[in-house]
């Protein structure tokens, strides 16, 4: 029983962050049908604005904000150095300027931070301990839960009942002719990109929150896990993604918990040889997105 | 002269004057810098080999030179050294110390073969399933790499790399790289290549196997890509698995972007273009960091110089600096056009 619920809380927590990266993700995955190989940076934003706030001896909340509305800065950026120029060039293009951009913007936190760790304030919050039927936990993890679920229902509420939400829901369906029917193209991708920044923000804050520290790479492993979580689920599913985030938690802590010590460290092997299993399988992932024609 | 001959002799003739400069000068900065741009040469043409006939973008091919230059070394590392240098390695291993030259050759067919076995069910896919599963490939192939310290000594250098790359031998593989290359381009598997690139419902409706055809440019990528990882081994002797990943993958995408991936001559004049950039940029770094103008040590100032190039070319001239011709069909054409009728 202890066993369980200690799974359980293990696998919600991560699979709450993971849902978190994922959908940030597909939210412009859907739309452009383009990958976002910058998306790791917009939490290595939101880390390294954290570092140069914290002297300011503001309250945690106004700072992890502050970070959050950087974040959402990067998102929009990405947009307009990356994707908008060559939007309609080529897909290979897009994947490249992307690339580049994070490289732009690791290099920079390299050179004008440093490549040195940096120290995150953090809220006393953050360390302590809960006890759940007799299982010790970090309260972080109750945290990171319930955060998931609050934004996770917020995201619904916006796509199912915002004009914007549904814009942008059309404009993934079919994006030709959502422009033809009046959805301004440039400002809904805009804002795909600035809630991506948003997810991305939180998120990056609860997972800066396990190490209390952040480097110019921070933003490798979310990537990654955004990437395996989208595939899993379907690239171009909102609840595929979300599903998809829970789905490798499960799999990572079954993993971490099952795998003898001499494999647990190719873990990363191990999964991601699943995700290439699982794309050529079933190519469109757990759930199919909408069925719509060409890339626009 | 037949254009494609044209290409090979111009771009050839750019190597061969570049070794004839260096060794004439004799400094040995060139000369090692003249030997790392012929390695890149190698791999990003490599690269041009699959991405610029079937348009898809690969990530793994860092990952290939890695499996190349680590095979190699097992290869040739000295029997006396591999005590100090693999403590953990199979026993079966430990005697074996062939010439460099065959463990470069055995480092590109190695990595050639693992690219066929993993790779064939990977070439169905197009656009970004493909690219992250090729991200996915590279991931892979560096958590291998990290892990296994049998015979990679783990995260750690691996050192005791008998020295075996000149100038000379870099520059020879590197032309032999440029007529692979255009080759390739140029032969029936290439140019049916090129067309599903161009549109593939079109080119499989007309009998193209598109996969087979992908898997075949892939393998042959991975072959370039295992002999420039071996030469690079026998270049540098020392390495860990962090030179395999995704910095590296940046810096040889970035030679193929700004060159122009559809064709030989952009692939050389990118890798060129980039190196002479990167080491100009490099000594400034060294520079700044001599004087101490800043408290830290100035790092990462070339990648970002390099990404803002990369955007730049991208969004100025999407297909690179030679878009879709090669060098010798542009010659050839500049020719003919005075004759044409007014």
Known sequence: ?296 | MNRNLATAAILSGLIIALVIVVEALGVRVYDRISIQLCISLVLVLGLQVFMGNSGILSFAHIGFMGVGAYTSALLTIPAQMKGMALPDLYPFLQDVAVSPYVGIIAGGLVAAVVAAVVSYPLMRLSDAAAVITSFGLLVVLYTVTTNWSEITNGPRTLFGIPPATNLPLAAAVAVAAVIVALAFRESRVGVLLRASRDDEVAAASLGAHVPALRWLAFVLAALLAGIGGGLWGHFITSFSPKAFYLKETFVILGMLVIGGPSTVTGAVVGTFLVTIAFESLRAIEARLNEAGLFSDQVVGLTEIVLALAMIAVLVLRPGGLFPTREIGTLIKQRRVKPKDPP
């Open chain 1, 1 to 296: 029983m202890r066993f369980t619920i200690q799974f359980v809380v293990d696998v919600l927590s991560l699979g709450g962050a993971y849902a978190l990266m994922a959908l940030g993700l597909v939210i412009v995955f859907g739309i452009l049908r383009l990958v976002n190989f910058a998306y790791g940076e917009l939490i290595m934003v939101a880390g390294y604005t954290m570092f140069l706030v914290s002297g300011s001896g503001l309250p945690w909340l106004v700072m992890a904000a502050v970070a959050v509305v950087m974040a959402i800065f990067a998102g929009i950026a990405t947009d307009y150095v990356a994707f908008r120029p060559v939007r309609a060039k080529s897909v290979t293009a897009v994947l490249i300027t992307s690339f580049a951009f994070s490289t732009l913007l690791q290099n920079a936190a390299l050179l004008f931070i440093s490549p040195r760790p940096r120290v995150v304030p953090l809220p006393e919050i953050f360390s302590e301990t809960v006890q759940i039927g007799g299982v010790i936990t970090p309260l972080r993890n109750i945290i990171t839960i319930i955060t998931a679920v609050v934004l996770l229902a917020l995201f619904a509420f916006l796509m199912r009942r915002t004009v914007l939400g549904i814009a942008m829901r059309a404009a993934a369906t079919n994006f030709t002719m959502a422009r033809m029917l009046g959805v301004p193209a440039n400002l809904i991708i805009s804002s795909a990109f600035a809630i991506s920044g948003l997810l991305a923000g939180i998120v990056g804050l609860l997972w800066i929150g396990r190490i209390g520290t952040v480097v110019p790479g921070i933003g490798l492993e979310p990537l990654l896990v955004a990437f395996i979580a989208t595939v899993i689920g379907g690239m171009r599913s909102l609840t595929g993604a979300v599903l998809g985030g829970f789905v490798l938690a499960f799999i990572d802590t079954g993993l971490n918990y099952s795998l003898p010590q001499e494999l647990l460290k190719f873990r990363d092997a191990f999964t991601f040889s699943l995700v290439i299993m699982i794309l050529l399988v079933r190519p469109e992932g757990l759930m199919r997105g909408p069925a719509s024609g060409q890339r626009t």
